[in-house]
């Protein structure tokens, strides 16, 4: 037997779906706001990183990610900042590297514009080994260091605590911190998942 819904039931329905509908809509909203824990990044339309190098003074500020995808001219600007100012080497920078980099700005709540500090980006093999054998084994230069590959990066981040810089690092667990406070910089790379101090 079909029951007739009365006009008070139909309104009460109608408020219901309505709610529901409002909350949907925010709990949507906040998957896009900055620093949310499920920001979904294939929505992001616009991806950039600005550094200054503390060796040379060079600054940057590049889009490395568009609506279409990786932006080649940003990207090698990137390599090009990040190279061994050393030797001039340059490599093809890990994108995930990129990204973790933007996650901890954004994590921080820090503009797009701000550059990171970079002391050391990638390192060719001759300045990895020199480096190495001039420190010693105990330097924190890593034979196989992820530098090597272009998957590193030393940085600080002026008017942040190098304390906060690195934990907003190790938030996401995506590779390796290192914590050299008497430095000044947190080492990061998209290596296995570790963690230590220098």
């Known amino acids: 037997m079909k029951r007739k819904l009365g006009r008070r039931q139909l309104l009460t329905g109608f408020v219901a779906l309505g709610g529901m509908a409002i909350t949907a809509n925010k709990a949507q909203a906040s998957l896009h706001q900055p620093g949310s824990d499920f920001l979904h990044w294939d929505t992001v339309k616009e991806k950039r990183l600005a550094f200054r190098n503390v060796h040379t003074n060079e600054r940057i500020d590049a889009r490395f990610f568009g609506k279409h995808g990786y932006d080649d001219e940003g990207l090698a600007e990137i390599n090009h900042a990040l190279r061994d100012w050393r030797t001039g080497d340059i490599t093809e920078v890990d994108t995930d590297l990129l990204n973790l980099l933007v996650k901890i700005r954004d994590r ?91």
């Open 108 to 198: 921080l709540d820090i503009s797009a514009t701000q550059p990171f500090d970079l002391i050391c980006g990638y390192r060719s093999p001759i300045t990895n080994r020199r480096l190495h054998e001039r420190r010693g084994r105990h330097s924190g230069v890593a034979v196989h260091s992820q530098h090597l590959l272009g998957k590193a990066t030393d940085i600080a981040m002026p008017g942040i605590s190098l304390n906060h810089l690195r934990m907003a690092a190790e938030f996401d667990q995506q590779g390796g911190v290192g914590y050299y406070p008497e430095d000044g910089f947190i080492h990061v790379d998209t290596g296995p998942v570790r963690s230590w101090q220098g």
